[in-house]
């Protein structure tokens, strides 16, 4: 037996053997970049879905004093450039507009279900006046909890137009209910 004659044939065969590895490769880098492709877009899909299911206006509305006939809404406006804006407003019986107590803003971040609020600007004010407008608040009001943060377990319904915000509340705390959020949508809200 002539080893020679085989010769040709390994040759041929280390070939045919690269062209199969060469082929796996691109087959190989092709599916890689295919999964990624395929994979990687959902996930970034699934982040930005999560912030938009947030970004919006949403309040919480309740009576303060119903012998005074005083009722309280609580505006969360949150921007798709993770900063919010909070303001308090008190209204009559009859839906007047009675003045803000209370605005704050600063930046949020929100992983998986956990919200982070960090104010940055907080105006109260002062002896429980009320002012008819946002700048007359900060021009009179007091100026507080520079750098605040707070935390929050959230909550969406199926829907998305309510998000409960759940907060930390220590063992045998007398804590309040957490508040539960209500999306305003383009048609105009109704008070009460």
Known sequence: MNLNTFYPLSI??????????????????????????????????SEVNLSDKLVGTWEERFIVNEEEGI?????????DINTYEFTQSYYDLEDNFL?????????Y?????????????????ENEELYPTIEDLKNSGIEGMI??????????SNSGNTVILYFY????????????????????????
């Open 109 to 125: 971040l929100l992983e998986e279900n956990k919200l982070v609020l960090k104010t940055k600007q907080d105006f109260r004010s």
């Open 147 to 156: 750098e605040s943060k707070t935390e929050y377990r959230t909550e969406f």
């Open 71 to 79: 009722k309280v809404i609580n505006n969360y406006d949150y921007k």
């Open 12 to 45: 041929l065969l280390n070939r045919v053997d690269n062209q199969i590895n060469i082929t796996m490769r691109y087959s190989g880098v092709l599916l890689f970049t295919l999964f990624l492709s395929v994979t990687g877009c959902n996930f970034f899909e």
């Open 99 to 107: 003045g803000y107590r209370l605005f704050r803003e600063g930046k």
């Open 169 to 192: 509340c220590p063992p045998n705390a007398s804590c309040l209910a957490p508040p539960v959020l209500n999306r305003i949508t383009d048609s105009v809200p109704v008070i009460f």
